[in-house]
């Protein structure tokens, strides 16, 4: 599986504008993905994120290659990665080994950028959203 966090435009709660962010889960090989919407990046949104793409699934992939967010990557000097504590805690305990993709090298990570352009083109600017509530469904 493959993930990224798209920023999205704002939703207007009377009068105050709320951030919008999408998780985006790819399966590799089938291309089914998974859109997790939330007002945060925070980690423990990219866990649930995660853990309602896995239920979706129907099961946990033996790798996961992410687009080092800090929520998964926390240095990177050359080749070598440290990734978040958290993150590694989370996805130890479904047995998946973490992945980064290397700096400026979007072909590494074509399949879930191309749902992030084709939401921000396609999907949000045809809808008016009032709540995360409304997106979701």
Do not use: W
């Not at 649930?48 to 240095?75: I, K, S, Y």
């Not at 504590?85 to 290397?102: G, H, M, Q, V, Y």
């Not at 074509?110 to 469904?137: A, C, D, M």
């Amino acid at each position: 599986m493959q993930i990224d966090c798209g920023h999205l435009p704002s939703i207007d709660y009377e009068g105050i504008a709320r951030k919008l962010y999408m998780l985006v889960v790819i399966k590799s090989h089938s291309r089914r993905f998974f859109l997790y919407f939330s007002h945060s990046q925070k980690q423990e949104y990219l866990h649930m994120g995660l853990l309602q793409a896995f239920t979706h699934f129907g099961g946990t992939p033996p790798t996961l290659l992410g687009d080092n967010m800090l929520t998964e990557v926390t240095e990177l000097v050359g080749g070598v990665i440290r990734f978040n504590e958290s993150f590694l805690d989370f996805l130890r305990s479904f047995n998946i080994t973490p992945k980064a993709c290397n700096v400026r090298a979007p072909q590494e990570k074509g399949k879930v950028e191309s749902v992030i352009k084709y939401v921000r083109q396609n999907f949000i600017p045809l809808r008016t959203f009032q709540n995360l509530h409304e997106i979701k469904e």
